[in-house]
């Protein structure tokens, strides 16, 4: 109930009134109803259909990687993280990736991809942060193009738009094969 009631006052505060700076926490189950909602805002019934939506159905969300972007202490951000594996290498797929339309172009979007990128690969566990995006929203941020087609998804997606953000350059294009599960220790 609170994390609708989060949404509700998230949509009645007016752009104009907005010159605010967003931070980022960790989510909290608190935050899974807002979630949902904002879900919902940004990508409409057609998110289910989507591929990514598949991975995640095969390969369960960490929601210890989930991250809420706030703005005076008003949720209006969220981004996931999934542990996959492709061609055999540990690393994760960012997503969804979503702003409520009343906070958009404060920073929140890049500071929540920024963070929780950060954030998981400093665990050391895996290698890389694929995500399926705008190259225009992403590269500036660092991450870079893959091969098209080398990566084997479970459905449709646009290969050009299958990006990855490493330490190690080369696996933009070294990366290839099916998405797998995270392999453990
Ligand atoms: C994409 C999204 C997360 C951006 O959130 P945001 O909080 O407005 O992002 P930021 O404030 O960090 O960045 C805003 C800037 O990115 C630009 N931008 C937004 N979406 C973009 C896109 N798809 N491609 C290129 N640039 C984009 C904005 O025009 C703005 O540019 P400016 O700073 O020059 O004015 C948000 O619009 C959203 O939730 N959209 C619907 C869901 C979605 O498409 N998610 C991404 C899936 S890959």
Not at 58 to 81: H, N, R, Y
Not at 136 to 158: A, H
Request: proline share 8%.
């Amino acid at each position: 109930m609170t994390s609708v009631a989060q949404t509700s006052a998230a949509a009645a505060i007016a752009p104009s009134t907005l010159a605010k700076v967003p931070t980022v926490r960790p989510a909290t189950d608190a935050d899974d109803a807002f979630i949902e909602d904002l879900q919902a805002i940004a990508f409409g019934p057609g998110r289910f259909a989507r591929t990514a939506f598949r991975i995640r159905e095969q390969f369960p969300i960490d929601k210890s990687l989930s991250l809420v972007a706030e703005v005076e202490g008003t949720p209006c951000g969220s981004v996931w993280m999934t542990p996959i594996s492709i061609g055999g290498i540990n690393g994760y797929m960012l997503g969804p990736l979503a702003t409520h339309p009343n906070f958009r172009k404060l920073g929140a979007g890049k500071l929540l991809a920024r963070e929780v990128t950060k954030r998981t690969l400093a665990r050391g566990e895996g290698q890389f942060v694929m995500l399926v995006g705008d190259r225009d929203y992403y590269c500036p941020l660092g991450w870079e193009p893959t091969v098209p087609g080398n990566i084997e998804f479970p459905g449709p997606v646009d290969p050009t738009r299958v990006l990855v953000f490493a330490e190690d350059k080369s696996l933009a294009t070294t990366l290839s094969g099916k998405i797998g599960a995270f392999q453990q220790g």
